[in-house]
């Protein structure tokens, strides 16, 4: 069965003091590594698809890397609008499409 | 707005009745998701629907059931209600499973069992 393990459960962060997120995962055959942000009450809002190892991919001060047994969520001199719980998911390549998450990251940047 | 709709937002119900979420994909989104998403367990996933026809099952209880309508829109009926099964059920939603843009999240509805 799928697995995703994120750690830290909860990092706090000055603001502008960077640092990098965690998710290692068990598949069979992975077809994608997903990112997404959840705010508190709201719905998980996606980020990234990493589909191989040694991808990388950016977006404003979030950039996401991938080997084959983890993928690394950097956060480069983050503000306190970064503030959220980050979700890692993994999608198997065969068989149905579903999103095996992972417990997050709680973020928190202090002004 | 990320295209995907919930309704209710919020529902309060007593042990042992019955509930219907309802949930409207993006426009062009053939398969619909549900999650279940509590305070001790991440993201579970529960079903999914594809144009239609169910998909795929994970860790859905017998008292829980779901249907995808020929507009798409989907429900999920949640019977016999337990104080367990408070939590937010999210509904997402995608464009097929050829592409992997990733799923588009609703706002989800949270549920509370008293």
């Known amino acids: 069965e799928d697995q995703v393990t994120q750690s830290p459960e909860a990092l706090r962060l000055q603001e502008g003091e960077s640092s990098s997120l965690n998710c290692s995962y068990t598949?069979?055959?992975?077809?994608?590594l997903f990112w997404y942000r959840q705010d508190p009450g709201k719905g998980p809002e996606f980020l990234f698809t990493?589909?191989?190892a040694g991808e990388e991919k950016e977006k404003e001060r979030l950039k996401a890397t991938l080997t084959k047994k983890e993928s690394f969520l950097h956060i480069t001199a983050p503000k306190p609008e970064d503030s959220a719980t980050y979700l890692c998911?993994?999608?198997?390549?065969?068989?149905?499409?579903?999103?095996?998450f992972g417990t997050g990251t709680r973020l928190t940047i202090i002004p | 707005d990320s295209g995907v709709t919930q309704t209710p937002k919020h529902l309060i119900t007593a042990t042992g009745q019955r509930v219907t979420l309802r949930c409207s994909p993006r426009?062009?989104?053939?398969?619909v998701y549900w999650y279940q998403q509590s305070l001790d367990q991440g993201l579970q996933f529960l079903i999914q629907?594809?144009?239609?026809?169910?998909?795929a099952k994970g860790n859905i209880l017998e008292r829980f059931s779901a249907q995808q309508f020929p507009d798409l829109h989907s429900e999920l009926n949640l019977s016999s209600l337990e104080l367990g099964d408070s939590a937010l059920y999210f509904c997402?939603?995608?464009?097929?499973?050829?592409?992997?843009?990733?799923?588009?999240f609703g706002s989800g509805t949270r549920l509370t069992v008293v």
């Open positions: 997402a939603s995608s464009v097929n499973r050829d592409r992997n843009y990733g799923y588009t």
């Open positions: 598949v069979s055959g992975l077809r994608g």
């Open positions: 990493l589909y191989s």
């Open positions: 998911a993994v999608q198997e390549n065969f068989g149905n499409e579903k999103l095996t």
């Open positions: 426009s062009g989104d053939l398969s």
């Open positions: 629907y594809y144009n239609g026809e169910e998909r």
